[in-house]
């Protein structure tokens, strides 16, 4: 961390991160690493609202697997060596032998948490936790924006750049709200316990990708007495492609060939490719779903209801303790009405709109005709001449670098990226020195 200057003012950082899910804390190892390293020191500070780490906790079922493998961890993709990848933290673990003998890519979920804890501990010097950004307001010297005041409850930072990561939003149904039995699948685990000893007659899960297929498949189990109604707009999950070939839609490079071409090329490999992401199940789950179906087809005892090619299109509460959702078949029209003890939306979410957090220069930001952020190779946005400093965005830039946007996948290749932009920006002087700001009077002078 810098040191106050010896007038009086407070440090300006290289940057200051916004949030700090797997992408800033990503960041904040390559800066660690950059500085163990002995070169030009780069002076980062994280800020996150959570009081601890904490990355998707309502969906961490205990046999839950990762869709991605331990390879595209926090930083072997940049950095092989890395004392900060899965790989060592089996070795401190004492599970790297067994790991190994598991014969698998894809770890337990709740063991690759565990693993991005272990690494965010490490680099706890550089976050501060529950610290909510409010507002991102431009230092402005002789007309150019130099720096950014990054205010959180109690505390200004001043940065030179900032990195959004505000990760993604849960997103309902339209006109449904989440409530105490109505819920996003995020939400899972931490309000499952509220139904501790009832005794659920009937769960109803809505959605047809990886969490609702995981959802409505520990709804089942957890609840051995319930009906669980899986409504989903297809005739049944659809599995995840995960051949070789098409997951190099999630390589670097592929990065690159997305951000060059044209808009045309751009959405034909999002719909070739969606397969991959969206809306798919891996095979496995699938398999384990339909088998309990079928066996209790034979027993005459069903308990897993699929509503297929089916749409969610009412929610009522005409009570405290129970919900009503209306469905309807798309094949003929028919209304289904399922009173339920609860509902379950797993039905995805949407990257956090940065614009807001930004104030009055998200005015120099450039936008394509959709509204989206412009923004650079280096996943800086696009602004105004007279904007020097940086805004740079982890997660939201789908539409300029491709599938892998929001996912772990190019994770540790991005910090990479976005580290080598920030370093190299100061180095050349495209980014004048800002003012340092006062030290407010409660704060102790350190030389």
């Known amino acids: 961390m810098p040191q ?3 007038d009086g003012t407070a440090p300006v950082h290289d940057l200051v991160g916004v949030g700090f899910g797997p992408s800033n804390l990503a960041l904040a190892i390559a800066v660690h690493e950059h500085n163990a390293a002995g070169g030009p020191p780069v002076h ?15 969906m961490l079922i205990e046999d839950a697997t990762m869709q991605v493998s331990f390879l595209k961890d926090l930083v072997t993709m940049r950095n ?36 991005l804890e272990w690494a965010a501990g490490r680099v706890g010097d550089l976050v501060r936790y529950g610290a909510e950004v409010t507002a991102v307001r431009p230092v402005v010297v002789d007309g150019i924006v130099t720096a950014f005041d990054v205010r959180s409850h109690g505390e200004t930072l001043r940065a030179r750049n900032v990195v959004l990561a505000g990760g993604l939003r849960p997103v309902l149904p339209p006109g449904i709200a989440a409530s105490r039995r109505v819920w996003h699948s995020r939400d899972l685990l931490s309000n499952v316990d509220g139904l501790a000893g009832t ?37 049944g999950y659809s599995p995840a492609d995960d051949s070789p070939f098409a997951n190099r839609i999630f390589d670097p490079l592929a990065v690159d060939d997305y951000f060059k071409a044209s808009p045309q090329v751009k959405s034909m490999l999002l719909g070739y490719h969606s397969n991959t992401n969206y809306s798919v199940v891996d095979t496995d ?15 005459g005892t069903r308990r897993l209801r699929m ?52 104030g009055s220069v998200a005015a120099d930001c450039h936008r394509d005709e959709l509204g989206r952020a412009v923004v650079e190779r280096d996943y800086r946005i696009r602004t105004e001449p007279a904007v020097h400093a940086g805004i740079y965005l982890q ?17 540790a290749t991005r ?17 004048p020195a800002p003012p340092a700001p006062p030290v407010p009077a409660t704060a102790a002078v350190s030389w």
């Open 395 to 411: 997660g939201g830039t789908e539409h300029s670098h491709g599938i892998s946007s929001s996912l772990l996948s190019n994770t």
């Open 4 to 6: 106050t200057l010896r």
């Open 44 to 58: 980062a500070v994280f800020l996150e609202r959570q009081p601890v780490f904490g990355w998707h906790r309502g």
């Open 285 to 299: 789950l699938i398999e384990t779903l339909y088998r309990r179906a079928y066996r209790e087809q034979v027993l």
């Open 415 to 431: 910090a990479a990226e976005i580290l080598a932009s920030v370093h190299h920006r100061r180095r050349t002087g495209s980014v």
């Open 80 to 115: 092989p060596a890395s004392s900060f990848s899965f790989l060592c933290y089996l070795q401190e673990r004492g599970r790297l032998i067994d790991f190994v003998n598991h014969k698998s890519l894809f770890p337990l979920r709740i063991e690759f948490h565990d693993y």
């Open 199 to 235: 005794d659920p007659a009937r769960l109803v899960v809505v959605g047809a990708g990886q969490s609702a297929a995981e959802v409505t498949a520990f709804l089942h189990e957890r609840f051995p007495r319930a009906e669980v109604c899986a409504v989903l707009s297809r005739y």
């Open 307 to 358: 509503l297929n090619v089916s749409r969610l299109v009412a929610v009522d509460e005409p009570t405290g303790d129970r919900v009503r959702a209306t469905v309807q078949s798309m094949l003929t029209g028919e209304h289904t009405v399922l009173d339920a003890d609860v509902l379950v939306c797993a039905t995805g979410y949407a990257p956090a709109d940065p614009f807001p957090l930004l």
